[in-house]
């Protein structure tokens, strides 16, 4: 199995928090976002991550080679990074080769590690990460679902629902799906809707599903967060990285 990452975007919501760096290279307890993703890929066992970069992708390249990951990290430069993560969502699968099963995942988010547990393990081939436990709001990705059918995968919510939870932004995907959220991508690029956010072409192929396909696991209670905004790093800091486990340090 392999685990497919987007660090390409610019972050321009922190403003001067990250000093021009990709938003993978904040470093929390000591340790970049980056090296904890590759040591959580690596402790979970997968065999290989490919990293979509863009804004100063020679900073990405020269933390994988500090750390030593040179021989686990693959990695996939998108010239068009300023266009937003759909186009970067496709510049990564289209680098696959698609013969098994892979993680795609944010590069933004200090997480427990039990999450990629989570992912790997038994279960159904094609799932979400689901936090209940979330504030309501404008900026969360939700996922909704009614009498056990996904019935929506948006920030903005429109429909009946039973059950609802945040997106973590990370998610397993069978070689099927991961070619059809390829394909749709490439149907969003002939359409010049290249500025559309990644989550709208994995919403398409989630609602086209049959039932079944797609599943869940919930992750309430797990610390996480995704950081977008000033605040989220003081958040990191002082909520999430101390209730992280030893096992959370590269």
């Not at 321009?12 to 021009?20: F, K, N």
């Not at 547990?117 to 436990?133: I, S, T, Y």
């Not at 991961?178 to 500025?195: D, I, P, S």
Request: glycine share 10%; hydrophobic share 40%; aromatic share 8%.
């Amino acid at each position: 199995m392999e685990a497919l990452m987007l660090a390409a975007g610019i972050g321009d919501r922190l403003g001067d928090s990250v000093d021009g760096r990709p938003k993978v290279l904040m470093q929390f307890g000591g340790a970049t976002l980056l090296s904890r993703h590759i040591a959580n890929l690596r402790a979970a066992g997968l065999d290989r991550l490919t990293v979509v970069t863009g804004h100063h992708r020679a900073m990405i390249e020269d933390e994988i080679d500090r750390i030593g990951a040179s021989d686990f990290v693959h990695i996939v430069f998108n010239p068009d990074y300023r266009e937003g993560s759909l186009v970067s969502m496709h510049v990564g699968l289209s680098a696959l080769d698609h013969a098994g099963p892979i993680l795609f995942m944010d590069g933004d988010v200090l997480y427990d590690r039990r999450m990629i547990d989570r992912l790997v393990g038994p279960g159904c081939d094609n799932r979400f990460l689901l936090d209940r436990g979330f504030v309501p709001g404008d900026e969360p990705v939700k996922i909704c679902l009614s009498g056990g059918r996904f019935v929506e995968f948006r920030k903005k919510v429109d429909v009946e629902f039973d059950l609802w939870g945040e997106s973590v932004g990370f998610f397993r995907f069978a070689p099927d799906i991961a070619r059809a959220l390829r394909a749709r991508c490439e149907v969003y690029l002939a359409e010049g809707r290249r500025l559309e956010p990644y989550e709208e072409v994995i919403r398409d192929v989630l609602l086209a599903a049959e039932d079944g396909v797609f599943g869940y696991e919930d992750v309430t209670g797990l610390p996480w967060i995704e950081i977008d905004f000033p605040d989220d790093i003081r958040r990191a800091e002082v909520e999430i990285l101390p209730r992280l486990g030893e096992g959370d340090t590269p």
